[in-house]
Every structure is written in structure tokens, then in C-alpha cells.
């Protein structure tokens, strides 16, 4: 089936053409926000399910799924990054069905093969090439049982926290080893 059959993509808001001043009050969702998402605060948060009400859809909410056409990834909003602007390099993913687990659909997009090799046929781009929207709908994607996908999406999202949390340990052992240095230095 495509994706476009079990999920809405709502592109972001085309920031350069803001009209309302207070437009400016806002921060926008960036790729360092979707990278720190995918890679574990999301699951430090109390997001209990996903809120089907997509009042203002330029508007980031805890839980809603988010995908990048630059980098092409996906990720899911965090606490932290509620109520931020999606621009138009981005796309929120609204799930539509109770068949399709939004952890799930991060590593279909994310990790899977058969979808990598879909995205690198259809991107387009000289330079840098990137997925349209109308691509990213047009992807077929197979859905194993709903239990069988909550179990890998969980353990795709465990996944990345740990490999953050590894990387964060390697950065401060290499910050105690070089002032242990320092200090041996001074001596």
C-alpha cells in the first residue's frame, strides 16, 4: 500500500512569508530538534498517545510524527520541542489508522531498506538531492501486525538513546581525560 493511504502529510509553513507579527514569537523546529528527538528525549517524555486533533498544523504537539526532506528522517516531537513551527522543510506525518505504530513508521522511514532503496530511485536534485511530498506519499510500504510493530519500534527508539547516551559518555571521558591531562601538565 502507499503511504499516502494510511497517513496525511501536511507540509510546513513556508516561513518567508510570514504575515502576522506575532508570527515572530516563534521558534522553529530545526534538524537539531528532530536529531534529539530521534535519539531519546522523546522518550523521556509523558506523551501518552498521539492527539488526533491537528488544530493548527504548523504547530509541532508531543507525539507527532515529523519528517525531514533534507535529511530524510523522521522522528517524533518531544516535550521539550512542543509548539514549535514546522517549515517547509519539513512534513508532519498524521497518522490516520490504528494499524500503523508511529515508532514503526520512524524505522520503516529511517532504517529500512526497501524504503532507502524507494527514496534513493525517486529523490531529485542536482546538488543536494532531496524527497518531495509527493514522492514521500507515493512510497509503498508492507505493515506487519500492530503488536509486531510497537516491538520494533520500541526497540528501533531504544535503540537510539542508547547509541546517544554511548556517545555522550564517549564526550565526557574524553573531557575528563584531557583536564586529568591538563592538570598532570601543570604539576
Known amino acids: 500500500m502507499k503511504l499516502e493511504e494510511i497517513v496525511t502529510v501536511k507540509i510546513g509553513r513556508n516561513l518567508s512569508r510570514r504575515t502576522k507579527k506575532n508570527d515572530l514569537t516563534f521558534v522553529s523546529y530545526s534538524y537539531e530538534d528532530l536529531m534529539n528527538d530521534l535519539n531519546g528525549l522523546y522518550l523521556d517524555s509523558q506523551v501518552s498517545s498521539i492527539s488526533r486533533n491537528h488544530r493548527d498544523e504548523y504547530l509541532s504537539c508531543a507525539g507527532d510524527v515529523v519528517f525531514s526532506f533534507v535529511s530524510s528522517k523522521a522522528g517524533i516531537v518531544s516535550d521539550i520541542n512542543q509548539g514549535k513551527i514546522i517549515n517547509q522543510n519539513f512534513a508532519k506525518l498524521?497518522?490516520?489508522?490504528?494499524?500503523?505504530?508511529?515508532?514503526?513508521?520512524?524505522?520503516?522511514?529511517?532504517?529500512?531498506?526497501?524504503?532507502?532503496?524507494?527514496m534513493a530511485i525517486s529523490m531529485q536534485g542536482s546538488i543536494v538531492p532531496k524527497l518531495t511530498p509527493a514522492i514521500l506519499k507515493e512510497?509503498?510500504?508492507?505493515?506487519?501486525?500492530?503488536?509486531?510493530?510497537?516491538?520494533?519500534?520500541?526497540a528501533y527508539f531504544l535503540f537510539r538513546k542508547r547509541q546517544a547516551l554511548a556517545r555522550k559518555q564517549a564526550e565526557l571521558e574524553e573531557l575528563l581525560w584531557l583536564e586529568v591531562l591538563k592538570n598532570l601538565d601543570r604539576s
Do not use: F, V, W
Open 139 to 154: 512510497l509503498e510500504i508492507k505493515l506487519p501486525s500492530t503488536e509486531k510493530q510497537k516491538a520494533i519500534g520500541k
Open 94 to 118: 498524521m497518522i490516520e489508522h490504528d494499524h500503523l505504530d508511529h515508532r514503526y513508521l520512524c524505522y520503516l522511514l529511517n532504517e529500512s531498506s526497501s524504503m532507502k532503496k524507494q
